[in-house]
Every structure is written in C-alpha cells, then in structure tokens.
C-alpha cells in the first residue's frame, strides 16, 4: 500500500526522533536535584557543600564548571587529578561518579561509585544547583548530625560533656576530664589526637571531644592547632 506523502512525512519524524533517543539517551536522562541530595548523603563522611569546607575531600560547593583539582584552600589532590586536565560538566562528571578510578588512574578518592545512571544524574543535578546556591535542603536530622553543607560539626557549639578541661597520660591511660564535671578513662590506642585550623574548629585552648563517645572503643580529642597538643596534655598518675 502506498503511503500519502503528508503520513510519509509523519512517519519519518518520528522515526528520527527515535533515533534520536536511541542515539542520545542523555536527553531523558536529566537529573532531579532534590533526588540527588538523598544520594549525595553517602558523599557527605568525605564531602561538603558549604563554600570553603575542606573534609578528606575538598569542597564541592562550587565544582560545577570548574576545572579539577583546582578548589582554592585544598591541598591534597592527588597528581594524577592535577594532571588530568578535565572540567567538570555531565559529561565528566558522570564518568566520575561511575568509577574514578577508571576515569582517573592513580586518583586517591577511593570510592566504588555509583553504578545507578540515574542516580549519578541526580547528583549531577545537586552539584549543579549547589553552585547556584539553590541546593535543596536536606532533611533536618541529617543537619542536626553535620554541618550546614553535610560536612563537619561546627565545634565551637560543643556541649559541656564534649568540651575537655583537662587531659592527663599515665602508663597506657588518657583520663579526659570534661566540662560537665565526669572524668573518662581512655586506653590510649583508642584516643586519637587531631586538628581542626578550619572555622568550624574548636577556639584556642579549647580542644573538644568527638567521634564514638566516651562508652565507644575509639574517641578523638580535637584542638585548635598541633601547638596546643603537648602544652595541653600532662603526665599525671593521681
């Protein structure tokens, strides 16, 4: 049977427009912002959203557009990411998120990825609305536990039971003495000693305790600067 020429025509846009989709799948496949910050929470032990929060990893608040490994205030990237050369749009993004080792060999974020493309798109769509600072907020739990962008808790609010007064070392034994009056016994394997220079930090002099909690195996103890550690700790078996 011969086709009419106006059904002819019909016929062949819609079959371009399946090719078209067949072609570049992509198209479809944008991203939802407030899925992706669901997705985004398993980022969060390494990552932050608010501008200039460094974690293990850096920022992420501005990364959309931008060049790798080129965040202002971060120092750890690994050279093969300084050397890469790559700008983060969908395209490399979602290569990324898939598997960055494969994308980046011999980069040092040791993450498996994300195998879901939707989910990646979702992501995508997250970092790209961070950057506009049109994020959509996360759920208010997940805020009470992190920081205002997912990141670290801002250390300079910590309660009395977490801010140290005291801190002593005999034997094998860290007794902390905190703001709220108690005294702790800690074995000193499972006592870490870190900094936080960042302005999330505890204030001078000031150091504060984080992490498992006192009835956990592993707590730290978290000051201003590494000048402060040894001026702060005393050798005391009372």
Not at 86 to 110: C, H, Q, Y
Request: glycine share 8%.
């Amino acid at each position: 049977m011969t086709m009419p020429p106006g059904a002819r025509v019909v016929a062949k846009r819609a079959a371009a427009i399946v090719l078209w989709l067949i072609a570049a799948p992509g198209a479809l496949a944008a991203g939802d912002a407030k899925r992706g910050a669901q997705v985004f929470r398993q980022c969060m032990a390494c990552h932050s959203t608010a501008s200039g929060e460094h974690m293990t990893g850096p920022s992420l608040a501005h990364v959309w557009g931008h060049k790798a490994a080129t965040v202002e205030g971060f120092a750890r990237y690994s050279d093969a990411l300084k050397n890469a050369n790559i700008t983060w749009n969908d395209a490399t993004l979602d290569k990324w998120l898939a598997d960055p080792e494969r994308f980046v060999p011999g980069t040092s974020m040791t993450f498996a990825g994300i195998k879901d493309p939707r989910a990646r798109q979702d992501v995508i769509a997250y970092l790209k609305a961070a950057a506009e600072n049109a994020a959509p907020p996360m759920a208010r739990g997940q805020q009470a536990m992190m920081g205002r962008g997912g990141g670290k808790a801002d250390l300079r609010k910590a309660p009395p039971e977490a801010q140290v007064k005291a801190l002593s070392h005999c034997a094998d034994t860290y007794t902390v003495e905190t703001a709220d009056g108690k005294t702790h016994k800690v074995w000193e394997f499972n006592l870490r000693l870190k900094t936080d220079s960042s302005k999330l930090g505890p204030p001078s002099g000031k150091p504060v305790v984080v992490g498992s909690g006192m009835q956990g195996d592993r707590v730290s103890v978290v000051f201003a600067s590494p000048k402060e550690i040894s001026s702060f700790i005393t050798e005391s078996c009372r």
